[in-house]
């Protein structure tokens, strides 16, 4: 049950999981060993998020400029992409989320795309809490697919609103976040969710990913609770 502490809990979260690296950094550590870290702390905020009530939660683990890190880095990612699905998605499924995917699985493996459709197609009748994976993907990627679909299926100009667009994102049937979280402390949006971002609320904290725990959430959303949601509105007086 949410606490009563808080007054409005965002129905959709997205996380934005900064810091592995450093984190690993300032214990000496190879960065993968800090992803891992970073890893174990997913199962640890998917749980304290739906335990709120939080219907949807989407996290940003992958991007596609993260293509350009070292090789070694990025095939250490693949595989514990891999390790998590293995471990995790049976609990999930126990637990009532459902699991989506948003990016694309080209370039990824043949075993690990099998992985995530096998996770998929597993979760996909489950109500509890949906939990969308951004792995391999880009905003600004999302966005050119939805144009080029948007032609392929031969809809005119005239007929092409905000509404058709939403449809033709990767997020499809899915609300806009109502809270964007940053870890690691930066101040950006790394190309994560540009178009359905445009009226949610941003909390960015100094806390590594690794470290953003219960009491990090609880004060993200608080800070969330507290806020006015005007969406291009003016306050409303009396």
């Not at 959709?12 to 190879?30: F, S, T």
């Not at 471990?87 to 699991?99: M, S, Y």
């Not at 905000?162 to 950006?188: A, K």
């Amino acid at each position: 049950m949410a606490k009563p502490r808080i007054k409005h809990i965002p129905n959709h979260v997205a996380i934005i999981m900064d810091g592995n690296g450093r984190w690993a950094k300032e214990r000496g550590l190879p960065r993968l060993a800090g992803h891992r870290a970073g890893t174990d702390n997913i199962r640890r905020a998917i749980k304290c998020l739906a335990d709120y009530e939080v219907k949807y939660i989407t996290l940003f683990a992958f991007s596609t400029e993260n293509w350009s890190r070292p090789r070694r880095e990025v095939q250490g990612l693949m595989r514990i992409m891999e390790e998590v699905i293995d471990q995790e998605t049976a609990n999930l499924h126990k637990d009532g989320v459902k699991i989506l995917h948003l990016g694309h699985l080209d370039g990824l493996s043949e075993r690990l795309q099998q992985k995530v459709q096998y996770a998929i197609e597993l979760t996909k009748h489950n109500t509890r809490c949906t939990l969308c994976i951004a792995f391999n993907y880009g905003g600004r990627a999302e966005v050119v697919d939805a144009v080029r679909r948007i032609l392929r299926d031969g809809i005119t100009s005239d007929n092409i609103d905000e509404v058709l667009i939403s449809r033709y994102l990767y997020t499809t049937d899915l609300p806009d976040p109502d809270l964007i979280i940053r870890t690691g402390g930066e101040m950006r949006l790394s190309n994560f969710l540009i178009w359905q971002a445009a009226y949610s609320e941003y909390y960015a904290t100094p806390t590594l990913w690794p470290d953003f725990g219960p009491e990090e959430i609880e004060r993200a959303l608080i800070a969330y609770s507290e806020r006015e949601r005007r969406f291009g509105g003016l306050k409303r007086e009396g």
